[in-house]
């Protein structure tokens, strides 16, 4: 065992996250999100939701400071009525990490999917919300 490593951080998700250079990204995906099919590596964090694992991983992943949005979100489908609420749970943690909010971009959701199948892993968890897919573009320390 190791000291001061949240128990929500599994041993291959820390691996993943080790292994990972300057530019390379990860998604933290919700329920419904299409991980498998994908044909990246995939980490399960079953019984978890995105909000916790993104804040849990913010304490030890650097967001790119040298990419304009190292952060991206699948924007809400033209003529979908839902409003994503868990986003501003997202906005606090980045602000309570230390990041300003212009650090986020929306993107169509094909091209979240198209941007998804060259990033490093996707972290599939159980998450219910709608539209809780997030992307981390990895920085330097």
Same mark, same amino acid.
């Given at each position: 065992?190791?000291?001061?490593?949240?128990?929500?951080?599994?041993? @291959?998700?820390?691996?993943?996250?080790?292994?990972?250079?300057? +530019?390379?990204?990860?998604?933290?995906? /919700? +329920?419904? !999100?299409?991980?498998?099919?994908?044909?990246?590596?995939?980490? %399960?964090?079953?019984?978890?939701?995105? =909000? *916790?694992?993104? +804040?849990?991983?913010? #304490?030890?992943?650097?967001?790119? $400071?040298?990419?304009?949005?190292?952060? =991206?979100?699948?924007?809400?489908?033209? +003529? /979908? *009525? *839902?409003?994503?609420?868990?986003? @501003? $749970?997202?906005?606090?943690?980045?602000?309570?990490?230390? !990041? /300003?909010? @212009?650090?986020? @971009?929306?993107? #169509? %959701?094909? /091209?979240?999917? #198209? %941007?998804?199948?060259? $990033?490093? =892993?996707?972290?599939? $968890?159980?998450?219910?919300?709608? !539209? =809780?897919?997030?992307?981390?573009?990895?920085?330097?320390?």
């Amino acid at each position: 065992m190791l000291k001061n490593i949240p128990s929500l951080i599994s041993p @291959e998700l820390m691996k993943i996250l080790m292994e990972m250079g300057h +530019g390379d990204e990860i998604i933290i995906a /919700d +329920g419904n !999100y299409p991980a498998h099919s994908q044909g990246v590596k995939v980490v %399960r964090a079953d019984g978890h939701d995105v =909000a *916790t694992m993104l +804040g849990v991983i913010l #304490d030890f992943f650097p967001l790119d $400071t040298y990419s304009e949005h190292p952060i =991206a979100l699948m924007e809400v489908v033209k +003529g /979908d *009525t *839902t409003i994503p609420v868990i986003w @501003e $749970t997202y906005k606090e943690i980045i602000v309570e990490k230390g !990041y /300003d909010l @212009e650090v986020i @971009e929306n993107i #169509d %959701r094909f /091209d979240f999917y #198209d %941007r998804s199948k060259k $990033t490093f =892993a996707i972290l599939a $968890t159980s998450d219910k919300a709608l !539209y =809780a897919n997030i992307l981390l573009k990895k920085g330097v320390v």
